[in-house]
């Protein structure tokens, strides 16, 4: 996973700090087929679904969200074909905050739980 940060205006001319962020995901090698869609949701999208896109020759998805609110914790989900997934490269697990994040969580032996991706500028 990369980043880079930078700014953006916000209301009133301020600048706000920005982050870019590439998610991957690769088939484990216990997954029987690879996925027809896999996508990621979460706060920085604020919900909305944004498709990761497979390279056949690594055999991964990825993609890269522009944007994102910086100096802030953001929770998110991975989806395969639409079912949330496990994330290797999440900077954490946190509890759901709210029906949205209730929708997407993975259960674990703690609960539910979504991802975290701290979302730090320099």
């Not at 205006?9 to 027809?36: M, N």
């Not at 919900?47 to 944007?67: C, Y």
């Not at 496990?86 to 759901?96: S, V």
């Amino acid at each position: 996973m990369s980043s880079n940060s930078g700014t953006q205006r916000g209301p009133g001319g301020g600048a706000k700090p920005v982050y870019s962020k590439v998610f991957r995901w690769t088939k484990p090698a216990d997954l029987a087929e690879q996925p027809q869609t896999v996508e990621v949701v979460g706060t920085m999208t604020e919900w909305r679904r944004i498709p990761l896109v497979l390279d056949t020759k690594t055999n991964s998805w990825a993609a890269t969200l522009q944007n994102i609110p910086g100096n802030k914790t953001h929770h998110y989900m991975l989806l395969l074909d639409g079912k949330p997934a496990q994330d290797r490269n999440c900077d954490g697990l946190a509890m759901p905050q709210g029906a949205q994040e209730e929708l997407y969580a993975i259960a674990t032996a703690r609960g539910p739980r979504v991802f975290m991706l701290f979302a730090q500028t320099k």
